[in-house]
């Protein structure tokens, strides 16, 4: 439990700790940076979903809000719920809102995986990176699913495997410093856990929706203007991974890192590859 009222999951009390703490800071905090990193696959989920005027919608980890507005502008005559474990993201997301003039979408800092939604109160569910992180997916998509309508829409996008994210390797190779890290399980809730198509059929299905369809989608995220810039962002992200090294190897892991960002330093700023799954299922009907 995580505060006075929010309800979490008893495998989710680490995220909601991390995510209303310090890492949900940092995200609010930079939240135009994240966003943007990863506004290239934003399009492809909107049209994915196929908003109409007066749908009602969930986007589902929804942290600043970016996803939830766009949303919004397509359901004008509808309502958008966002919903996450940071408070301080639902707070910047409620600020942007606002000075958009949106009223018709609305935060709410819940867990996904457990909050009573009302049963068949949306038309689709919408999440950009957002559902990688349940203790128990099957429980969460089944929550998601009696949310949604009969035969209501669930888009994702979530990422592939490591091996096919650049930035993922990039940043961990260099901040490892030579050290053997204990590796998850990849079913384990993290970035990654929902890049196996095979355990996402089961997963879904087992929930209660259709044959889910798979695109691969691949886009370059940004990092910053310059190398300093990406530094600086990247090396605060990141810093709990060179917790404990003593100053030589920190530095070491730290020269790293500005070397990779300066590779890949270009015109339009510092990239680096990342490959996605846009996943597209109905709640299934008797």
């Not at 943007?36 to 909107?46: E, I, P």
């Not at 957002?130 to 997916?137: E, N, R």
């Not at 829409?153 to 961990?172: D, K, S």
């Not at 886009?219 to 605060?236: E, I, K, L, S, T």
């Amino acid at each position: 439990m995580t505060g006075k009222t929010l309800q979490v999951a008893f495998g989710n009390r680490e995220q909601a700790r991390a995510w209303d703490g310090d890492e949900g800071a940092y995200w609010a905090q930079h939240a135009d940076r994240f966003d943007r990193a990863v506004r290239a696959y934003t399009a492809h989920l909107l049209a994915a979903a196929r908003i109409g005027p007066g749908d009602h919608v969930l986007d589902v980890g929804c942290g600043t809000g970016e996803v939830t507005r766009a949303a919004a502008r397509r359901a004008r005559a509808g309502r958008v719920l966002g919903v996450d474990l940071s408070q301080r993201m639902l707070d910047v997301a409620r600020r942007r809102t606002a000075a958009d003039g949106l009223g018709n979408a609305e935060f709410r800092q819940a867990d996904a995986q457990v909050y009573p939604f009302d049963r068949a109160a949306f038309d689709v569910a919408v999440s950009r990176t957002g559902t990688m992180f349940f203790s128990d997916p099957v429980e969460a998509f089944g929550n998601l699913a009696r949310a949604l309508r009969p035969a209501g829409r669930l888009v994702q996008v979530v990422w592939q495997a490591p091996a096919h994210n650049e930035w993922f390797l990039a940043f961990t190779q260099a901040l490892v410093a030579g050290r053997s890290l204990p590796t998850p399980p990849p079913e384990a809730p993290g970035p990654f856990s929902l890049a196996d198509p095979d355990r996402v059929r089961t997963l879904l299905g087992e929930a209660g929706f259709t044959e889910p369809s798979f695109e691969a989608l691949s886009a370059p995220m940004h990092f910053g203007d310059d190398d300093q810039d990406a530094f600086r962002f990247v090396a605060g992200l990141l810093d709990w991974m060179i917790e404990g090294l003593d100053p030589v190897r920190r530095d070491a892991a730290l020269t790293d890192l500005r070397r990779t960002l300066r590779e890949h330093r270009t015109r339009d700023g510092v990239l680096y590859r990342s490959v996605t799954w846009l996943i597209t299922a109905s709640v299934r009907t008797r």
